[in-house]
């Protein structure tokens, strides 16, 4: 089992649900962040006051991925978050050591 | 609790203290000196003094007084909401209920303080610099009691006209709590309110307001016994049809003396200190738009023609402005904004308010284009040389929007710009000449005596709140926030 943890852009958020939930993944977990990396930031002036945004606002998204389908959801993820331009993010790839469904109690790979 | 009680004991004994004062400074008798004294001269505020006179009294006319409420609302609007919000989106999440709460209550406080002397003090007959006490707590006021007017004949409710400057006199304070938000103490805010609204906005407004109205002006001598009654300015002949000097630049100056004397914002130039909401500013400019037809239009204290010109003055000077801080903006910076927007509307409303009842509608479209660029100057080039941080710019937008529209008065006043030019009260006509060098002195002089009269009492007051009670909270309580730790509350929960 593998965790993928992905940074992409906001606004590419559907499109890669969607992508993964083709592929069969069953749910992911979103959270709003910021980060820097190569796509600098950007400056905002108000009246004469001028401040560079270093931080920009990304999605993360994560994902419990059965290890036999890891290639497929990196590559969904892959082609549905690129534009092609600096900014669309990163994803990283995690060793899972264990999952629990809490209702259940199911565990492993039945549990994702 | 105990520190609310002290300060209130503090208003209770300026606002004892203050008339006394005002009677020593001047060598000038006042009028209370005789006993008689509040009902002698003609006219203004004193209704009684038509008994003299074989003629019946003014009645107010309906259409007027129900004008005259309307204004005042609307006036009432500008200030809360209005500026409440257009300030509150500007500063941090953390600071939002702070700035809501300063300029609240010192519309509350101010209110009262009108009644109780401000409106004695600022509209009844003095000297030239302080009015008199025949109004103290609206004394010998009632709902048949009348104001003049600027028509022969013409008078309005004096209820109406007490209120309606009690707006004016609330909101000039509130503006200048843009220069010290997010970092000073609550009652220190309220304390030096309550000095400077009675040492610098009354005064002033006397000065270049307080006239005896028009009736009594039938001949060449009337005249000058009437206007030598007048305040300081008015005899000298400055313009000001809503406040520019009275208002604008009073509170400017009076900021500005402020950020010097609080200090910097802890991390000033060093954290970004972004805006928190420019929608609820666009919303408070709006407002403050909307209101300032009310301020503007109802300066004329009547429903006439020259109040159908003055709604078209406030409503081109502002969109002119508007559009010419954003065309500014966009060449030098890069990017027209909407703070922008706002920011240039209110430097246009600033401009106008003096000229609105003098210039003619093209001369306000120029003054709203000089005054959206000088003000974009005000809060980006003046600012970084005047090193203080005026927190949302009161100097750079209420002070350099003031002195344009003040000076910008003197100009597009003239007859041969579009102007009205000076009425003749004694020839019930237009004056026939006109001196656009002439008018500019004395709108100079106006314009210096209040920078340096504002600001001298400024500084003065600020240094008594800062013995009495220190102006800055604790450096720990600006980090946290001045909403949770001076109010207990926080803005937004989400």
């Known amino acids: 089992m593998k965790l993928v943890t992905a940074i992409i852009k906001p606004f590419k958020l559907d499109e890669v649900r969607e992508a993964l939930s083709a592929i069969g993944v069953q749910g992911i977990t979103v959270t709003e962040v910021k980060g820097f990396g190569r796509q600098k930031g950007h400056t905002e002036l108000y009246r004469g006051a001028e401040y560079v945004v270093d931080f920009l606002p990304k999605v993360k998204l994560e994902a419990a991925i059965k290890t036999e389908m890891l290639d497929q959801a990196i590559e969904a993820i892959e082609k549905s978050a690129g534009t092609g331009k600096i900014g669309d993010g990163k994803i990283f790839v995690f060793e899972l050591e264990q999952v629990i469904r809490i209702r259940t109690g199911e565990t492993g790979a039945d549990a994702i | ?494």
Not at chain 2, 119 to 127: L, P, R
Not at chain 2, 318 to 341: H, I, V
Not at chain 2, 412 to 431: E, M
């Open chain 2, 1 to 494: 609790m105990k520190k609310l009680i002290a300060l209130l004991a503090l208003f209770g004994a300026c606002s004892f203290a203050a008339p006394v004062i005002a009677q020593d400074k001047p060598a000038v008798p006042v009028v209370e000196a005789k006993p008689a004294g509040a009902t002698a001269p003609a006219a203004v505020a004193v209704p009684p003094a038509a008994a003299a006179t074989p003629a019946p009294a003014p009645v107010p006319n309906k259409g007027d007084t129900a004008w005259m409420i309307v204004a005042t609302v609307l006036v009432i609007l500008m200030t809360i909401p209005g500026l409440a919000l257009f300030y509150g989106g500007l500063v941090r999440t953390k600071n939002m209920l702070s700035v809501l709460m300063q300029v609240f209550v010192t519309f509350c406080l101010i209110s009262v303080l009108w009644v109780f002397y401000g409106y004695s003090i600022a509209f009844t007959e003095g000297n030239a610099f302080f009015g008199g006490f025949s109004r103290l707590f609206l004394a010998g006021m009632n709902a048949d009691s009348t104001a003049a007017t600027f028509s022969k004949g013409v008078v309005i409710p004096e209820y109406i006209y007490v209120v309606f400057q009690l707006t004016f006199a609330a909101i000039t304070p509130c503006l200048i709590v843009g220069s010290f938000a997010e970092r000073m103490k609550f009652s220190a805010v309220l304390l030096f309110m309550a000095l400077w609204f009675t040492f610098s906005y009354l005064p002033i407004a006397h000065m270049v307001w307080y006239w005896p109205g028009p009736d009594g002006f039938t001949d060449a001598a009337a005249a000058d016994k009437l206007t030598a009654t007048a305040g300081w300015l008015f005899q000298k002949g400055a313009l000001d049809f809503a406040g520019g000097t009275v208002v604008h630049i009073n509170a400017g100056i009076a900021g500005l003396v402020g950020a010097y004397m609080i200090g910097k914002r802890i991390g000033f130039n060093k954290e970004a200190m972004t805006p928190h909401s420019l929608t609820l500013t666009m919303v408070g400019a709006s407002l403050l738009w909307v209101g300032w037809f009310g301020f503007n239009v109802g300066s004329n204290l009547e429903a006439t023609g020259t109040a159908a010109m003055v709604f078209v003055n406030t409503l081109v000077a502002t969109a002119a402005a508007a559009l010419s801080w954003l065309f500014f903006e966009n060449m030098f910076k890069g990017k027209p904004s909407m703070l922008g927007a706002a920011s240039g509307a209110v430097a246009g409303l600033v401009a106008i308010t003096p000229a609105c009842g003098f210039v003619g509608p093209m001369g306000a479209v120029a003054l709203g284009l000089i005054a959206g660029g000088a003000c974009l100057w005000g809060v980006s080039g003046l600012k970084g040389l005047l090193k203080a941080d005026d927190s949302l710019d009161v100097f750079g937008v209420h002070g350099v929007g003031g002195i344009i529209g003040a000076l910008g008065t003197g100009v597009f006043a003239a007859p041969s710009l579009g102007g009205v030019g000076i009425y003749d009260y004694v020839a019930n006509k237009t004056a026939p000449d006109y001196s656009i060098m002439g008018q500019l002195m004395i709108q100079g002089t106006g314009v210096l005596t209040t920078l340096v009269w504002s600001g001298v009492v400024a500084f003065v007051a600020y240094k008594i709140v800062d013995m009495v009670i220190g102006l800055r909270v604790p450096e720990e309580e600006e980090r946290e926030g001045l909403d949770v730790t001076s109010h207990g509350e926080t803005a937004y929960h989400v």
